[in-house]
């Protein structure tokens, strides 16, 4: 199907009814539904449908900059690039495709790309929806160069909440974190779950693979599973940030939360020929369950 901004998008879909859209505009997931057709990713009312933007919502991939403290635009260059359907990629793990509905894309940097970044590499991703409606995010980078680079990385994961002020999130109690991306300084969560009153923009450091962010209105559970992604970052705009920003409506920061699996504050290093896979798994479920699994 073409998406608003014209650009390729595939939908996966599994036999409960479950669905995942993909666009091949930053390998982006900018749908996900459950078997009951309830959208589960927030997607803005306001989001740009210029194909050179990434649509506020969703999940973008953040790469190879996590950001903008670094050389490259906001967040890195992945999420506004065209990627491809790989027909045959490279071989994953069983479980990777076992009994789900999943589609690859590749994305390679054009001569353009390597002006600003002067690093060639694959960079391979796999969505896979599956028979329970899980939806799970594998990505490689191939250092396809012949001298070692490094990267930051995050899955952008815009999940819809029914208002922030009934969201917890849970498993990130007594992590260090940096507040405000660019700065260096360290500071350690207090005892409690993450709760939301004003704008909040923070990575928690070599976290742990599995939390959960409760909302309490809609009786929903998400359990994000993370391997390869040492840091999880939770952002909330908030009113006053988001008035600025032209593609969020006035009061929608109130129905989202980013909470991503991502790899920022040690970056990633790959000798030629090397390869990172980074996966993220995330399930929905009626009430809180990492402690369980
Ligand atoms: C967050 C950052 O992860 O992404 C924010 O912490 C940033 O600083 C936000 O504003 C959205 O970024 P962008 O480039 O998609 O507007």
Known sequence: VKGSNGVDQIVLR????????????????????NDRGEELLFASSKANSKASKAIRGGIPICFPQFGNCGSLEQHGFARNKIWIVEENPPSLPSKDSRGKSFIDLLLKPTEEDLKCWPHSFELRLRVCLGMDGNLTLISRVRNTNAKPFSFSFAYHSYLSVSDISEVRVEGLETMDYLDNL??????????????????????????????AVLDHERKRTYVLKKEGLPDVVVWNPWEKKSKSMADLGAHEYRQMVCVDGAAIEKPVTLKPGEEWTGRLEIIVVPSSFCSKN
């Open 14 to 33: 599994n036999s409960q009814g479950a669905s995942a859209k993909v666009s091949l505009h930053g390998g982006q997931v900018v749908s996900w539904r």
């Open 182 to 211: 660019c700065q260096k300084e360290r500071f350690t969560e207090q005892g409690d779950a993450i709760t939301f009153e004003a704008e909040f923009e923070r990575v928690y450091i070599s976290s742990p693979n599995c939390v």
